[in-house]
């Protein structure tokens, strides 16, 4: 045997041993970039290249948003699973145990109450882990438990959207969360509490139709998709090639639709200003 063979096969064997780990990086969307994950959770899923704006895990989003990251997690309603008994490729009962054990949630979304700005609110954020974050009974249930709880303490609201639309395996009864989130939110206007809308990436389909775009005040996470059917459905349909940027926050906030567009990592310090001064309160920079 010649010296290649007998020093240089061995090491690339141990370097290439099947112990290390093949969940250390994560591909950017956007620019392509490897992001090593342990960096890009201490950048809040935010691409340290181009600046993209990855999901992020709904309990790390509360964290962010929440005074020392402390809050309260409401009980929801237990629903019954599979009301039309739907099956695709696999049966829609399935895909929701599959969910279930991979987020550790019962649905796409969780209601949290604690203190923002030092103003007690209440939370619900959709997950876009969960089924896209779509749009079922179990989701319309929660927001309105949500804005129940919010009038029952008399809170302001706050919704984060991350989620494709409507659960195209609940037919008509996915639909039919749009009216009742949507009379949900009236009722918590009529009593006269704030209502702000958080947009994050992508906030599409039945949501940004229905309680995504009902806010007294909408705020949008930089680059995030808003619209309702997608880029590619609208050019076939109207036979038209739609402008640059087109459903991107921040051509929607020059367009009227959204009032503040910002980067994840000051979204709190703007969440909070805008809740302490809806609610005519002294605005506390010493909780920042």
Known sequence: MNWIADFVRPKIKRTT?????????????????MLF???????FFICSFCGHHLKLPVITRLDMLFDNAKYKLLTLPKLQDDPLSFKDSKKYSDRLRA????????DA???????????????????FSFMGGSMGMAV????????????????????????????????ILSLMQMARTTAAINTLKERGLPYISIMT????????????????IHIAEKGCIIGFAGVRVIEQTIRETLPEGFQRA?????HGMVDIVTDRINLRKKLAKVLQLLLNKKFNNSSF
């Open 17 to 33: 041993s099947k112990e290390i780990a093949d969940n250390l990086w994560t591909k950017c969307p956007e620019c392509g970039q």
């Open 37 to 43: 994950n342990k960096e890009l959770e201490k950048d």
């Open 99 to 106: 969910y279930r054990r991979l987020t550790k949630n019962d």
């Open 109 to 127: 979304i969780v209601v949290a109450y604690g203190e923002i700005g030092t103003i007690k609110t209440v939370v619900a954020a959709l997950d």
């Open 140 to 171: 319309g249930e929660g927001i309105v438990k949500a804005a129940e709880f919010a009038i029952k303490t008399s809170s302001p609201l706050v919704i984060i959207s991350a989620s494709g639309g409507a659960r195209m395996q609940e037919g």
């Open 201 to 216: 990436n992508p906030t599409t389909g039945g949501v940004s139709a229905s309680f995504a775009m009902l806010g007294d």
């Open 250 to 254: 921040e051509y929607l906030q020059e």
